[in-house]
């Protein structure tokens, strides 16, 4: 036998290969249970590039399918809509869609009407809260301020006609439970107005700001071909093109009584996410400005019996996020026989991850909050380095503040300097 | 247009041997075997370009779980059902047809155990826990009973 050589070459099985790649495991995420959908994705870096990513849900999967089989059909459109925390409203409507399609009930014009109204103010809603975070996320902390504040507008509308801010329980079966108040009618155009405004100033503002322009262009693409197989839905189809909106393709409420169109974009970045959830917030003003003018007169609700006929339904609506499907089976009963949901996020987390391959770990914040599915996962993550096993943690703002850095390296050292006097930047909280 | 679609359907359905019934107001139905099912679906998905699958619904119907692919083709639904026996749920992944399929079919596998040969993330769970005991029936079959489910899990944690 040969004596053994003092040092033993370096990484003898991938001398082939790259002698110098480090693949590092980063588990991202999963929990921050303050924040909605929990995800948990297991990131495989080359170096700093995304090569594989994981996915791992259903850390509050509550068994929602299972528990509906017990209970009454009318109690599970208010469990159903407890579904989201932000659009909640398109749950139960689709629920009852599915449900009312078993019944020979047709719902009154009023409250198909009156729908569509909180539909949209909810899609209005919902997508003012994204973009906000697209700003805190990016490094834009103004655009966050800004854009909450005008989120409060179409909130106060929403609990001025339905009593709640976000779970609504306006909604029952072959219609709605509250009618429109008395003299709201100007209120709400003149809202709507408001918020058509800002909407364009902050498509301005996005295509001007030097930081949002870095932050977002070219990045998170996927091609119109990858989203179609992988059955991407909402912005995540239209984004890259497709014109897959359900209000358009299988019109539901009052869509086939209002005239509308979809925004698409061609781009596929996320840039053009942003200016598609721009877009669409004046598309949505302009619904909820023409369906309150045009609101019929009439009952805004049947009373249907308890029990629904046996047979099996289905039906879909556009959630701010996409597509959402409910399934209802009936045996004839008091309590469905099954009641499939299925929502979009799950839907997009296949392009999600197309998404991500071929990033880097400074723009996984930005590309995850883009798909709009949890912003809850970043707030805490582990470093785990193969080769040296070494560990370390990085909490939701030491991420965001390495993204920053990497971008703006001359704002980072401004911020370095002025860390003695203020809160922010990473050395303070390491300290305390 | 939307009245040519079932018809279409309906032909390829009658060539896998079987019929296209409408339910409801856009809402068709097509129940093929498991030998059938990839066939057919090669000719909705290609041939009827109706390449949006909305999900994967499973139904335990006591002898046998249905397992129903859900479509959407502008204002029509398609709904696929086929059956496999509960004493051998094995049915074909369709993930080379329809690649968005992958995280539907892990759905089915966790909830009611139906496991789908082909699809390379069958050993993982997607939406159970990882420590989900293994001799436990699928949760939403309809023997299995939510408080017992709660009783076994509790069990697991306390013994650690």
């Not at chain 1, 497709?242 to 393709?249: A, F, G, I, S, W």
Request: charge should be neutral.
């Amino acid at each position: 036998m040969s004596a053994q050589p003092e040092k033993p070459p370096r990484r003898e099985e991938s001398a082939g290969l790259m002698e110098y790649s480090t693949e590092s495991l980063v588990p991202f995420g999963p929990i921050h249970p303050a924040l909605k959908e929990p995800e948990y994705f297991k990131l495989v870096l080359e170096g700093e590039r995304i090569v594989e990513v994981i996915p791992r849900v259903g850390y509050v999967h509550r068994g929602l399918e299972k528990a509906s089989e017990s209970r009454p059909w009318i109690q599970n459109m208010y469990m159903f809509e407890r579904t989201c925390g932000i659009c909640s409203f398109v749950h139960s409507v689709c629920y009852a869609q599915a449900v009312e399609g078993l019944t020979m009930f047709q719902v009154p014009a009023r409250a198909r009407f009156l729908r569509t109204i909180i539909l949209e103010m909810e899609r209005i809603h919902s997508h003012l809260l994204w973009v906000g975070l697209m700003g805190h996320w990016a490094g834009f902390d103004t655009l966050f301020m800004w854009v909450w504040n005008d989120r409060e507008v179409v909130l106060d509308l929403v609990e001025a006609i339905s009593g709640n801010r976000v779970h609504k329980s306006m909604n029952t079966l072959c219609g709605v439970r509250k009618d429109m108040p008395e003299n709201m009618e100007d209120r709400i155009i003149e809202r709507m107005k408001y918020l058509t405004d800002r909407a364009r100033y902050y498509r301005d503002v996005i295509d001007t700001e030097e930081t949002m322009l870095a932050r977002t262009e070219d990045i998170g693409r996927v091609t119109a071909d990858t989203a179609e197989k992988l059955c991407a839905v909402g912005p995540m189809a239209r984004y890259v093109g497709m014109r897959r909106d359900v209000r358009l393709n299988d019109p539901y409420a009052a869509y086939d009584e209002v005239p509308f169109d979809i925004v698409t974009r061609n781009e596929g970045d996320v840039h053009a996410l942003l200016r598609l959830r721009l877009d669409e917030l004046v598309v949505s003003a302009n619904i909820v400005s023409y369906a309150v003018k045009h609101l019929p007169d009439g009952p805004i609700r049947i009373k249907i019996p308890p029990t629904i006929p046996a047979g099996e339904h289905s039906s879909h609506c556009e959630a701010p996020r996409g597509e959402i499907f409910y399934f209802a089976k009936s045996a004839g009963g008091r309590t469905p026989e099954r009641v499939k949901s299925r929502q979009p996020t799950l839907a997009n987390i296949p392009t999600a991850l197309e998404m991500l391959k071929g990033q880097t770990l400074a723009d996984v914040p930005i590309v995850l909050t883009a798909i709009d599915p949890c912003f809850g996962c970043m707030d805490r993550m582990s470093f785990f380095d193969i080769d040296s096993n070494k560990k370390w943690t990085w909490s939701g703002e030491q991420l965001r503040q390495y993204g920053i850095n990497k971008y703006f390296p001359e704002r980072a050292k401004r911020q370095l300097h002025g860390q003695k006097f203020s809160s922010a930047g990473l050395g303070f909280k390491e300290k305390f | 247009m939307s009245e040519l679609f079932p018809q279409q359907v309906g032909r390829y359905a009658e060539q896998a041997g079987s019929k296209l019934t409408t339910t409801h107001k856009n809402e068709n139905v097509i129940e093929v075997t498991q030998e059938k099912l990839k066939e057919f679906l090669g000719h909705l998905v290609n041939d009827l370009s109706t390449r949006h699958l909305m999900t994967i619904t499973g139904l335990d119907l006591g002898q046998n779980i249905q397992i129903i692919y859900n479509f959407s083709h502008e204002r029509d639904t398609v709904h696929v059902k086929t059956n496999v026996p509960k004493t051998k749920p094995v049915a074909l992944s369709i993930i080379d047809i329809v690649p968005g399929a992958i995280l539907y079919e892990m759905e089915v596998h966790d909830m009611l155990g139906v496991y789908f040969t082909g699809n390379p993330w069958m050993d993982r769970k997607l939406l159970l826990p990882d420590e989900w005991p293994s001799d436990l029936p699928a949760p939403l079959l309809k023997t299995s009973r939510a408080d017992e489910i709660r009783k076994r899990l509790d069990l697991g944690v306390a013994k650690q």
